[in-house]
């Protein structure tokens, strides 16, 4: 038994997060709302000499080889600082995908994923919209179980604008005939397998989110005087935010097993990234709430950075399945007959 | 990471297990509330004890197992799984006996900790004063030193299990000019000093499950001191570190709640789907209890190879005393109108002991530092924010 990150784990974890949040600030983030994409292709190219888009890209295909837990914490960080570019779907989602369709696809495309040339979205049904169809060099489409690899000139893609100026959402129509790559049980397998790691992206970033905005609360009450005093010496603010950290603190150990069960555990992943999800999503939803609270009519206002964050959060937690859909698989598991639950069960 | 039990750990749970299962009384024991049930759970600890079971995370010297964290949370998914006793002596076992091993002498030592371990001396605790609650530095109560002995005068409350236990642990004030933290010193009572009166004190369900002690020129000799004169506030912050708060609430106890809420839904679903917020609240008091387990081996995992425990352990309580307070509430709910039968009642059926856990749970937010004082030192302490 070893529920740790390994030194590399978190040496890594800390060089991304020093980079991100050195470059990727609020500022930053505003400028990208107006322009035409809202994506940055420099930045997608540092991500790139990082070794962060080919992280998941098998060695043999000039990737890292490595796995979603040890990407888990770097998606924190890229919820910290709300990432718009698409690396959390691309490197837990689209590029796995692409190594399970495997073949001349995968051989053709995974290098230039992982050398930042390309990029590669996928995109489920379940989802409605799919986030970043616009700056896709390879589009995997999923509809009914049946799988599509479509390039740019083979779908359109209508904007659908989000709350959260920094997502791009679109709904996309197949243009030309494409046959399907993949159907049948090992498509509907590889939907199950895609829709949990959006869904593990999800958590972890909205732990990220979570963090950023206690942070940015604890700094607004820190300064902002009334009566005299800091209002974050306030018991009745101090609570809002000592609720959230309650919240946070018990949702990052689900997050981690989560990602460890995708790796290691397929037959439990649905379970353990439904519990993650909703306890990430949940703290991050509390976060938001609270922190609004907290910053009074500031936190009302487009000015102050607060809604950055918090409409990511509130996006992240209805999207890669719903509180409902994860919820219901939480409750096909404890409420099947002969579930084994309680004291001694967690680690099987 | 790796989320498996190592071979060592599966037979430690096996043979814990098959211990349990053979000397698990087949009769729950009676409360520890009442004379005969306490009697009959001093009786279980001296069992424990012979098995070895006593106290796992003691060294062997002591009669226990010198086991680590993970053993210990397996210990205790055992023992909850087998429906085992509450533990009697758990002030003693669990909060006094780790601060005697840390600050006793060692005829301290030899002097108290088998015998705790036997459960011949059952403790109780002495902090709270009538006017020292939540504010535990105001405490009044005195100890004068004379001579070898320390002559002791005031008052302590809410002292869980006083009323039938051998002994009392706790912080008297041993300068008289002191204020607040300072002055304060760390003071083991024999309960049957003359001097002291015990007046039982009635809990939620009328049985005298705490007690206020007087004590009137109490004398105790200067070897019951545990650590140094004026030293007790440290001392005594020892006893509230995350290991005790570990083994005090285990996450064991709550996935066991968690797994008997969803079976009671699961016996009840007729009616108690007409409420869906009850469903809902089921689902989540077993993610919770999960969660709680998830963070606690992560947490063990992490100090057992050499990490710090910091600020964020003060959410522990609040999680906890939460999770159990919702859990019960919604047992209730799904009992309707069973729900305030006393279990012996004729239209009770089924309640269990639903109602016990349901009283026993008001207490979590307010034992063991209070949730609002948790919440600010979780505010100050760990986010930082301002006093």
Redesign the interface.
Known sequence: ??????EDQLLFQETVRSFLVNEITPERLRAGWDTDTGRDAALWQQLAEMGLTGLTVPEEHDGLGMSA?DFVLLAQECGYVALPEPLVNSVLVAVPALVDLGGELAAEWLPKVAAGEARVVAGLEQNLVVEDAHVADLLLLERSGQWFALTPDQFSAERNESIDPGRRLFSVTVTGNAEPVLSGEAGDRLRLASLNRGALGCAAQALGLAQRM?DLS?QY??ERQQFG??I??F?A???H???V??RL??????V??AA?AMD?DAAGASLAVA?AK??ACEAANLAAKNSIQVHGAMGYTWEVDLHIFMKKAWALANTWGDAGYH?QQ??SV??AEG?A???????R | MQLAFTEQQQAFRKEIREWLAANVPAEPLKTFDTEEGFQQHREWEATLNEGRWGMVTWPEELGGRGCDLIEWLIFEEEYYRAGAPLRVNQNGIFLLGPTLMEYGTDEQKARFLPAMAEGRDIWAQGWSEPNAGSDMAAIRSTARLEGDKYIINGQKTWSTRAVWADWLFGMFRTDPDSQRHRGLTFILVPLNSPGITIRPIPQLDGLPGFAEIFFDNVEVDVSNRLGDEGAGWAVAMATAGFERGLMLRSPARFQETARRLVELYRENEATASADPAIREAVIRAWMDAEAYCLSTYQTACRLSQGGKIGAESSTNKIFWSELDQAMHATAMSILGARAELLPHAPAAQGVGRWLDGWLFSQSGPIYAGTNEIQRNIIAERMLGMPR
Do not use: W
């Open positions: 038994m070893d529920f740790t990150f390994s837990l206690i604890v009450t820190s005093k800091p974050g010496s018991q603010v101090k609570h935010m000592a609720n950290a309650v603190e018990y949702a990052r150990a689900p981690a097993r460890y290691e519990q909703l306890a919820k939480v409750a404890i409420f579930a639950l309680g004291a001694g069960s967690t680690f």
